[in-house]
Every structure is written in structure tokens, then in C-alpha cells.
């Protein structure tokens, strides 16, 4: 429920709300997966999926991109918010992808090209675009918040990349950003599928503010009712509740002490580089990375860190362009079908890979994946 500052800015402001149903025909009783209001010369989108941690669907990227293009002509600013107190957006609805791989029309073959266009459209945004990514935020909630010029996180954020455990690969631009949090800290992300917490998902350089979860409402609010098109006024706003925020302020980044390790580990130029250094290290710690690394994909590591190898030199569009590619052929790899069977369907955790081990996955392999299209309608042209 929104807050009744909110509804009071949004009733001054004459707010006007877009609502689309999940499905075409359906009475308006029916909850919308996204509701796109405009209050004032504002605009603030909502993703609404509580019940699936605002699970990003098909409906809802066809809803925002067009819309978030038009506000960036006419809008001064942009909020991004999920419903609930549990999840931002906890990651693309892979199971409806796996279960029309045999359709006449599979889901995958337009879902990613559109997830990627819209992510691309929020790293390009030529206004303010602010997250809050209260509560869980993985995969393509990743893609919606990462991109924009601010992330606000909350003692209740979980952020992470798992997607190496399903057979796929951290993609919706994680060839982009996650090179570029510094050092190897990237590639050990993407690799495990490290979950980071609270204010440590700013240490770590993926939110640029925190703020109390009990005070969004305010933050909003406060947002909503800013009169000036300055972004130093923004910044203001979102610095205040940031300096105000009580959480953790003194507790040091959860991998300071690993840090080192994962720079001489995680700087391997292969994967089977990186575990021969864990293997050397020899830590607690480095037998817990080992022991992640061993249940992941094979396929999936390698074309993973083949992935953050090659995005560290490439523009976000270029980025994307790459990802699309290899999304276009592992989402139909009988490691993605596998894994999500494992992890979200029959939840036994024992997935069986094919290839099973890191050997079986040749440079060839991996190559293939980067390919361009043999259907150049496929490409994504950015």
C-alpha cells in the first residue's frame, strides 16, 4: 500500500494511472503486472507481481519500454519500484521461457531481445531514472535498476547473479557492469552467484544510496514533490535519507577480508585458472568457492567468464549485442531446460550437466556461443 504522503503528493499532482493486465480481455479486476502512473511532470513505474517477487514477464517489458520512452521527452524523472516488501524484482520468469520451448512461438525467441532493448533504453536515459531495489534483486531485476543513473538499496536488498546455476549467464548487461566494479570482484560474482546484503550491495558499487526500507514512502514523496528539473536537487534529496539511513553504517564490506583472494583467485585468465588458484589458496574460504563452482554449469562458467573477459572492453550496447547472442542459443542448451528443472520445478538440486565437467566444454564450444546470428533479424541492433 502506498504510504499517505505518496497518495497526497499524487492527488495535488493529479496523478494519472496506466494499468495492463496480465492477459488481453481479462475483467480489470484482475491485478496488473505493471502500473505506470504519471504524477505531475514525474513518472513512476511499479512493477506489480508480489505473489512472484515481481518476477519480470514478457507483458511488463512490453508495457514499460514504450511508455519510459515517451516520458523521456516529457518527464523530468523517473521512479522504479516493485510491490511488496520482498522483492524488487527477483529475476526473469525463466520457467514460462522453458516451458514454450516447444511451441510454435517459444517465448525465448523474442523475450530476451525485448529485455535487452528495454535495458538498453535505461542505460541511455536522458533523464533521472531511480531504483529502488527494496528486498530481492536478481537477473532481469538487475537489468531494471543497474543501467539507471541511481540505485537506492534498503536493509532488506539481496542482490545477485545466480544464474550460472541454471545453466544460463548473468546477462541483461552484466558483461558491462559487472567488469567494472573493480578488480575481480565482477568475475567472482558471476562465477558463484555471491548473494550481497543491505548496505553491502553499495560497497560493492551496485547502489549508489541506501535508505531505511520504513522511510521509501517519505523518499518517494519527497522525490515526487520536487518542483526544479536540477539534478543536484535529486542528488540532495537522495543524499539526505542516505546519511540518515540507521542499518549498518559501521560494519566493514562482507568480502573486505576475502578481497585479496578473490583478486589472485578470480583473476584467472580461464576457469580451470581460477580453480587451481583456489585449490593453491587453500582457505576455508577457497574450499567454499570451490564447492559453489563444482554444482554449477560447465557450460555456463565457461561462457560466463568468457562473457565479463570480453565486456570489460565493450560499450553497454555492445554488451547487450554480445549477450543476445549467446542467449539466443544457451536458452535452448540442454543446461538451462536442466537446471531450471532442478532448482525450480522438482527443487532437488541435482542438476545433471552435459557436459558434466569443465573438460568437456571445448574453446570451440564456448566460441560458438559468441557467434553472430544466422538469422540477422535475430541481431539486436541497438
Same mark, same amino acid.
Given at each position: 500500500?502506498?504510504?499517505?504522503?505518496?497518495v497526497?503528493?499524487?492527488?495535488?499532482?493529479?496523478?494519472?494511472?496506466f494499468?495492463?493486465?496480465?492477459?488481453?480481455?481479462?475483467?480489470?479486476?484482475?491485478?496488473?503486472?505493471?502500473?505506470?502512473?504519471?504524477?505531475?511532470?514525474?513518472?513512476?513505474?511499479?512493477?506489480?507481481?508480489?505473489?512472484?517477487?515481481?518476477?519480470?514477464?514478457?507483458?511488463?517489458?512490453?508495457?514499460?519500454?514504450?511508455?519510459?520512452?515517451?516520458?523521456?521527452?516529457?518527464?523530468?524523472?523517473?521512479?522504479?519500484?516493485?510491490?511488496?516488501?520482498?522483492?524488487?524484482?527477483?529475476?526473469?520468469?525463466?520457467?514460462?521461457?522453458?516451458?514454450?520451448?516447444?511451441?510454435?512461438?517459444?517465448?525465448?525467441?523474442?523475450?530476451?531481445k525485448?529485455?535487452?532493448?528495454?535495458?538498453?533504453l535505461?542505460?541511455?536515459?536522458?533523464?533521472?531514472?531511480?531504483?529502488?531495489?527494496?528486498?530481492?534483486?536478481?537477473?532481469?531485476?538487475?537489468?531494471?535498476?543497474?543501467?539507471?543513473?541511481?540505485?537506492?538499496?534498503?536493509?532488506?536488498?539481496?542482490?545477485?547473479?545466480?544464474?550460472?546455476?541454471?545453466?544460463?549467464?548473468?546477462?541483461?548487461?552484466?558483461?558491462?557492469?559487472?567488469?567494472?566494479?573493480?578488480?575481480?570482484?565482477?568475475?567472482?560474482?558471476?562465477?558463484?552467484?555471491?548473494?550481497?546484503?543491505? +548496505?553491502? %550491495? $553499495?560497497?560493492?558499487?551496485?547502489?549508489?544510496?541506501?535508505? *531505511?526500507? @520504513?522511510? &521509501?514512502?517519505?523518499?518517494?514523496?519527497?522525490?515526487?514533490?520536487?518542483?526544479?528539473?536540477?539534478?543536484?536537487?535529486?542528488?540532495?534529496?537522495?543524499?539526505?535519507?542516505?546519511?540518515?539511513a540507521?542499518?549498518?553504517?559501521?560494519?566493514?564490506?562482507?568480502?573486505?577480508?576475502?578481497?585479496?583472494?578473490?583478486?589472485?583467485?578470480?583473476?584467472?585468465?580461464?576457469?580451470?585458472?581460477i580453480?587451481?588458484?583456489?585449490?593453491?589458496?587453500?582457505?576455508?574460504?577457497?574450499?567454499?568457492?570451490?564447492?559453489?563452482?563444482?554444482?554449477?554449469?560447465?557450460?555456463?562458467?565457461?561462457?560466463?567468464?568468457?562473457?565479463?573477459?570480453?565486456?570489460?572492453?565493450?560499450?553497454?550496447?555492445e554488451?547487450?549485442?554480445?549477450?543476445?547472442?549467446?542467449?539466443?542459443?544457451?536458452?535452448?542448451?540442454?543446461?538451462?531446460?536442466?537446471?531450471? +528443472?532442478? %532448482? $525450480?520445478?522438482?527443487?532437488?538440486?541435482?542438476?545433471?550437466? *552435459?557436459? @558434466?565437467? &569443465?573438460e568437456?566444454?571445448?574453446?570451440?564450444?564456448?566460441?560458438?556461443?559468441y557467434?553472430?546470428?544466422?538469422?540477422?533479424?535475430?541481431?539486436?541492433?541497438?
Open positions: 500500500m502506498l504510504c499517505s504522503r505518496v497526497a503528493c499524487r492527488l495535488r499532482a493529479g496523478v494519472r494511472p494499468l495492463v493486465s496480465g492477459c488481453r480481455g481479462m475483467a480489470s479486476t484482475v491485478p496488473p503486472d505493471a502500473i505506470l502512473e504519471e504524477v505531475g511532470n514525474k513518472g513512476v513505474i511499479t512493477l506489480n507481481k508480489p505473489r512472484t517477487l515481481n518476477a519480470l514477464n514478457s507483458n511488463m517489458v512490453r508495457l514499460i519500454y514504450p511508455k519510459l520512452k515517451e516520458w523521456e521527452g516529457t518527464k523530468s524523472m523517473v521512479i522504479i519500484k516493485g510491490a511488496g516488501e520482498k522483492a524488487f524484482c527477483a529475476g526473469g520468469d525463466i520457467r514460462s521461457i522453458v516451458d514454450t520451448l516447444n511451441d510454435p512461438e517459444p517465448l525465448g525467441d523474442y523475450f530476451f525485448e529485455e535487452y532493448t528495454l535495458n538498453c535505461i542505460g541511455t536515459l536522458q533523464i533521472p531514472y531511480i531504483a529502488l531495489i527494496d528486498g530481492v534483486t536478481m537477473g532481469g531485476g538487475v537489468g531494471l535498476s543497474v543501467h539507471g543513473q541511481y540505485r537506492v538499496a534498503t536493509e532488506r536488498s539481496i542482490f545477485a547473479m545466480p544464474e550460472t546455476a541454471i545453466g544460463l549467464f548473468p546477462d541483461v548487461g552484466g558483461s558491462y557492469f559487472l567488469p567494472r566494479l573493480g578488480g575481480s570482484l565482477g568475475m567472482f560474482l558471476a562465477l558463484t552467484g555471491w548473494r550481497l546484503k543491505g +548496505r553491502d %550491495v $553499495l560497497k560493492a558499487g551496485v547502489a549508489t544510496h541506501v535508505c *531505511d526500507s @520504513a522511510r &521509501l514512502g517519505e523518499l518517494e514523496t519527497s522525490l515526487l514533490s520536487l518542483e526544479s528539473f536540477y539534478p543536484e536537487d535529486i542528488t540532495n534529496i537522495l543524499q539526505k535519507f542516505h546519511n540518515e540507521s542499518f549498518s553504517k559501521d560494519e566493514p564490506f562482507c568480502l573486505q577480508p576475502v578481497l585479496p583472494q578473490i583478486e589472485a583467485c578470480f583473476s584467472g585468465q580461464s576457469v580451470e585458472e580453480i587451481t588458484n583456489l585449490e593453491k589458496d587453500g582457505s576455508e574460504w577457497a574450499k567454499k568457492q570451490l564447492m559453489t563452482i563444482a554444482r554449477m554449469s560447465p557450460t555456463s562458467l565457461k561462457v560466463t567468464h568468457e562473457e565479463i573477459t570480453r565486456g570489460a572492453n565493450l560499450t553497454l550496447q554488451c547487450l549485442t554480445m549477450e543476445n547472442r549467446v542467449v539466443s542459443r544457451l536458452h535452448v542448451h540442454p543446461d538451462f531446460s536442466e537446471g531450471v +528443472r532442478a %532448482v $525450480l520445478i522438482d527443487k532437488d538440486n541435482k542438476p545433471k550437466w *552435459d557436459p @558434466a565437467t &569443465l568437456g566444454v571445448t574453446r570451440e564450444n564456448v566460441e560458438s556461443f557467434q553472430p546470428l544466422e538469422d540477422p533479424s535475430k541481431e539486436l541492433n541497438l
